[in-house]
């Protein structure tokens, strides 16, 4: 107890502190508790998980080891240990783990919300350390907040077209997941097992989370789970609604807006031949040329010539590495490896390094793998669903691949090269 002059300044203090975020009297909400948190800890378990892998995943699409034209995270070294040759089946694959990666980080985000706000009185406890391993598991909190926060606002903004990042999306996203998940494996193997005791208690414990002279409830822990779940809820009915056809007018948290139009080219684009500074004469029958290079030189094939090659048909979806995708659609045109043949691989078509009209934007060149190349349904498209490509579609031709990131399926297309990159 403090006597004399300066029991005033302490008392004010004491009152004072007990106004801040660091005095545990601060914290008046009668939902926060062990129990509340450690729900919440293991639904963002497996959803962090799910999430770290699928985007993993995604940059494994690109086959970033094939070409430097792939790679947007060139400096990974060691992070790049997982990368293998990007499968061509099954053909939805990659309409699946992206379409899973956005659609479930919008949906977490409640959830992620929550969490964060169940556990903030933790983040003012005094001291900051109370000894070296209580300094480190802050740090790893710190990280794991900070990295989490991170990820689901670049996330978020690049799914919304605001590429407002300090620096590219891909190795700030990238890494960022790295320093997230490791972070995060750390702060689930400390907390896990009394996760799992918490939740099998039935009420409460009092711990540094519970308040100490809550307000009165206005809804209990449960409801305010509910009410969690709900919101998880409407934005995954406002997301998944841009990978299912018949639900795309739901997608209206979707940047490129519902209704793709109708008729043969009536399915998603991203960018129009005019956002990609594709003019008419780049485009006619007189102006383009398609330029074929190989073992044995160079072939330049007009659309007419094209046509008279052996077309073949694929029923191949486009899936959008911002998570939004189309159904099949039906292709039609010359396939990839036929055209190799033409200019000296007959039989083992090798690696392609795509290049196009375009002038504008990312992916204006793009590299296949020879087992893309080889594969039967991979085609240079003249024609979707019946008709001629529209000029948003790629007109005069477009790559269209299985399985492949709609990045790699190269529109407008002007040269050819295949052989080793
Ligand atoms: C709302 C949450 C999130 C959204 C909307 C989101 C969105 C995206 C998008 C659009 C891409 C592909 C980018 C591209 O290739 O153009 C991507 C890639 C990726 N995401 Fe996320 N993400 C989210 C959360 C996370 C989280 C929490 C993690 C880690 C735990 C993560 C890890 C990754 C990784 C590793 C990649 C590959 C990056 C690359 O290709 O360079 N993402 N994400």
Redesign the pocket.
Known sequence: MVHGPFRGVVATYGRNMRRTPFSPAFWRSPLRGPWFTSVLGVVLLGG?TV??VT??L??AA?NPDLSAVND??PGKGLLGFYLFSWPTDPHWLYRLT?GV??TL??T??PVLLAKLWSVVPKLFTLPPARSLAHALERLSLLLLVGG?LF??VT??L??QLDYIFPGS???L??YG?WV??GAFVAHAVLKMPIAWRNLRQLREERNDLVSLNPDPPTVSRRGALGLVGGGSLLLFGTTVGQDVDGLRWSAVLAPHGADPGSGPGGFQINKTAAYAGITAADRSEEGWRLVVKGRTGTVRLSRAELLQLPLHSSALPIAC???WSTSDQWWRGVRLRDLAALVGYDGDPPDLFVQSLQRHGAFRRAALRANQVADPRSLLALFVNGESLTPDHGHPARIIVPAA?GVLNTKWVAELTFGDL
């Open positions: 962090i999430l770290f985007g993993l995604s940059y690109y947007k995270t992206q990666h956005v980080g919008i977490l985000i989490g990820e689901f996330g978020v690049n799914v999306f891909y190795p996203h990238f997941a997230f998940f590495v911002e998570g990131p």
